[in-house]
């Protein structure tokens, strides 16, 4: 089988081609399709403007694989991918396009919760159970470590329960970000504690605005 090149960087200008950016964009295209046609695409990939700033997402066939931040570095997240899962990666956006509409209409207040399939290979074990059970929590609500630890049926493993969320390759989606520490401040977060704290403010103030 032959190697798939390095994912290719989005940031590269169409000049540094000689072509102009509706040329790359149209090749970058082709070179999609052809690749999905013959089997070849294993991981599509784009980025994502949002306010909370740039988000990768990454999906395979089976489903989105992964949301990534921009503090998490983009080109290590993509080589992670590929190290674990697949090589054969290629920026194009059209197997995101659900997730991406829906992450918009939850941005705007549009959207409580996600409906789009999921890949969940890179989390297993304990780890697994519990980001299986985040979408159990409400929109606008929050849990503690240690109350998802108990519905996780093992109510000593908090610290675990505090490492399966940190660890979610699925943010926003699978909402982490609703689980606090016992005391109620926030706790850890991947995009770190703004964006969570931003999260959090979005749904309560959505939440507060429905009718009564």
């Not at 590929?82 to 992450?103: F, K, N």
């Not at 108990?150 to 699978?174: E, Y």
């Amino acid at each position: 089988m032959t190697a798939a090149p390095p994912p290719a960087d989005p940031t590269t200008p169409a000049s540094a081609f000689g072509v102009s950016d509706a040329e790359l964009a149209a090749l970058q295209a082709r070179l999609a399709d052809r690749a999905e046609a013959d089997g070849l695409l294993d991981i599509a990939y784009r980025t994502i403007d949002s306010p909370i700033g740039p988000l990768l997402l990454a999906a395979t066939e089976h489903g989105v694989l992964r949301v990534a931040f921009a503090g998490e570095g983009f080109d290590t997240v993509l080589q992670r991918l590929a190290d674990r899962v697949s090589a054969r990666i290629l920026a194009t956006p059209a197997r995101t396009d659900p997730v991406a509409r829906q992450l918009d209409e939850y941005f705007t207040g549009r959207r409580r919760s996600f409906d789009v399939r999921l890949d969940r290979r890179l989390s297993a074990g304990f780890r697994a159970a519990v980001q299986g059970l985040l979408p159990g929590v409400e929109y606008g609500r929050t849990v503690s470590y240690a109350e998802l630890a108990a519905r996780a049926g093992n109510p000593k493993a908090v610290r675990a329960v505090g490492t399966a969320c940190a660890t979610n390759p699925l943010p926003i989606v699978v909402p982490c970000h609703r689980v606090l520490r016992a005391d109620g401040s926030l706790g850890g977060y991947l995009g770190g504690p703004d964006t969570k704290r931003y999260l959090l403010d979005l749904e309560r103030t959505a939440t507060a605005e429905e009718p009564r």
